[in-house]
C-alpha cells in the first residue's frame, strides 16, 4: 500500500512478463490450444483473446482502472544468468526506455552505490560483512578478494589437492599433461573451515581454487567435507573418484 493506494498482484496483468505465467500458463498456454490444436471459441472470446495477445506483445505492466489504464514500456534490456535471474555486473540488469532500471547480482537486486562498490571488487572485506542484507552481503562476498577475507575470517586450511595443467599441442590440438615435477603447471585446489562467531553463526565450508584458463582464484561454500575432492565432487554433483579423473580445460572447465 502506498500513498493510500491497496495495491495487491492481482490489480494489474503482467504483459509481457506474464505470457507463460505459472499457474494458468498464460498467453502461450492458450495460444497452444488456438494454433496448434485449433480451439475455436466463441467470436467473442476470440477476439478478446487476440486482443490480450496483442498487449502482451507489446509492453509490460498494465493497471487497469475503470476510467484509464496505465502501461508500461518493455524494458529495452534485460541481462540474466544461466539460471534466468536478473543479473549484470558492468550494467543494469534491466533497463527501460527512460533510463531507469535495476541493478542485481544473481536475482539479488542492490542500490546503485552499492552495488558499484560490490563489482569494483575494490571493496574491503570489512565493508563488506557489514552489509545488513544477507542475500546482499552473500553476492558481495563473490566480488571481494578470497584469500583476504579467509585471512580476515581466520580460516582453517583442511584439505589440499594439485592437478596438472595440460599442455595444448597446437598442432593438433592435442591435450598433453604437464608433468607434476620440475616445474609443470598445477592447479591448486583448498578446503578452508571458517569457525563460527563474528562472520557466522556455525563453522562454515568453503574450496578455494585456480580457475585453469585465467588464472583467477574463485571461492565457493560447500557443505562440511573433510577433502577437497569431497567439497568438488558435491558442487558438481559428482563422485569423488568422478572429480579425481577430471583433467583441468579438458573435461572440467
Known sequence: ??????LSWHYWLGGQFWVGYGWYWGVSSINFFFEVCGLKLSEDMMERAQAYRK??????????????????????????????RLHSDTEKSIEYPDGWGLYSLHGVQFPEELWKKVVSSDMPFEEILKIEDIDQRTQAMKYGDSEKFLKYAKAQLLDEYLKAKP????????????????????????????????IFTEDAY???????????????????????AEAMAWKQDISVEEWKGLVPLVSES
Open 1 to 6: 500500500k502506498k500513498n493510500n493506494i491497496p
Open 55 to 84: 498487449v502482451c506483445e507489446s509492453v509490460n505492466y498494465i493497471w487497469p482502472n475503470s476510467d484509464f489504464i496505465i502501461v508500461c514500456a518493455r524494458p529495452k534490456k534485460i541481462n540474466r544468468d544461466t539460471d534466468g
Open 167 to 198: 599442455f595444448i599441442n597446437r598442432l593438433n590440438d592435442n591435450p598433453i599433461l604437464s608433468p607434476k615435477i620440475e616445474g609443470g603447471e598445477m592447479v591448486k585446489y583448498q578446503l578452508y573451515r571458517i569457525p563460527k562467531g563474528e
Open 206 to 228: 568453503y574450496v578455494l581454487y585456480d580457475c585453469p584458463s585465467t588464472d583467477r582464484k574463485y571461492m565457493s561454500g560447500v557443505v562440511k567435507c573433510d577433502t577437497v
